[in-house]
């Protein structure tokens, strides 16, 4: 997956972490929330907001880092 167009890092926002399309959700926020147990339905219906892609990108810029 491409996660490129998905995840963005902007130095003035969540002090430059990893975020889900220029939200304030980081790619940290989800993997702990999957570590935690949490499945992608009870993500995805926490945060109406993502989408199932946004999850997958997160996983994807994980495994490369």
Known sequence: MDYHDLITIEPGKRSGKPCIRRMRITVYDILEYLV??????EILEDFSELT?????????FA???
Do not use: N, W, Y
Not at 36 to 41: L, N
């Open 36 to 41: 935690g147990g949490m499945t992608e339905a």
């Open 52 to 60: 199932s892609a946004d999850i997958k990108a997160c996983l994807a």
């Open 63 to 65: 495994a490369d880092r």
